[in-house]
């Protein structure tokens, strides 16, 4: 079955560089969302899209966007890189949500590991 | 403010052992519980997605129960496998909001 894919799936970059990393969902999948896994750490929700418009919107520092294309894959923009933002980036995609406000199961990606020297 | 915490923190046992993580969470109002796998460095796969109006999944080996008013999520391992050796989450969903948040896991190595 189709999963989740990222990439690139390893980046390095410098401090006050820019990087953008890719997620391409689950066929039919419409909604996307993004979480930064710090070492040693949870992932914690970064945001998230639904029919490419942002619908919700978590620990997201300013020098971070993202935006959701027509084909649904979505692209998370990083400017000013700073030593802290090395991290695990997770992309998951899910099928439309529910009728009661709740979402459907979140299907992760593998992951884009990004190392800021 | 949602809060999810797991333990053990760390679980090693010898092959064919059966198990229990635990996953507790400080509100009750959730609409899911999900369990994941992560092995070292690698995604987050997912194992059991309870919904807040079941009490239990199955999936092969694996068994989640879900006690809402308690605030609490159990995932049973049977016959326990070194393949099993990973890093098991819990993330709970709520109304109105995308986020998982998750627990901080639980590391567990099986053994031959």
């Known amino acids: 079955a189709a999963g989740v894919i990222q990439s690139p799936r390893h980046l390095i970059k410098e401090k006050r560089e820019t990087a953008t990393l890719k997620c391409y969902p689950i066929?039919?999948?419409?909604?996307v969302y993004w979480y930064q896994q710090g070492p040693g750490q949870d992932p914690q929700f970064l945001i998230s899209?639904?029919?490419?418009?942002?619908?919700d919107k978590g620990s997201i520092p300013d020098r971070f966007s993202a935006q959701q294309f027509s084909d649904y894959h979505s692209e998370l923009n990083m400017s000013s890189l700073e030593l802290g933002d090395s991290a695990l980036y997770f992309c998951?995609?899910?099928?439309?949500?529910?009728?009661?406000?709740?979402?459907?199961?979140?299907?992760f990606g593998p992951g884009t590991r990004l190392t800021v020297l | 403010k949602q809060e999810v915490t797991q333990i053990p923190a760390a679980l090693s046992v010898p092959e064919g052992e059966n198990l229990v993580l635990n996953c507790s969470f400080t509100?009750?109002?959730?609409?899911?519980l999900q369990w994941f796998r992560q092995d070292p460095g690698k995604g987050l796969t997912s194992l059991l997605l309870?919904?807040?109006?079941?009490r239990e999944q199955t999936s092969g080996r694996l068994n989640a129960s879900l006690d809402k008013s308690s605030g609490r999520s159990t995932l049973y391992i049977a016959a326990s496998q070194p393949g099993d050796s990973a890093t098991y989450l819990c993330?709970?969903?709520?109304?109105?909001?995308?986020?998982?948040?998750f627990g901080t896991g639980t590391r567990l190595q099986v053994f031959p």
């Open positions: 998951a995609s899910s099928s439309p949500p529910g009728t009661s406000g709740g979402h459907n199961e979140q299907f």
């Open positions: 066929p039919r999948h419409d909604t």
């Open positions: 899209f639904y029919e490419k418009m942002q619908s």
């Open positions: 509100d009750s109002a959730i609409y899911n």
């Open positions: 309870i919904q807040s109006s079941q």
């Open positions: 993330a709970v969903g709520s109304y109105n909001t995308d986020k998982l948040i």
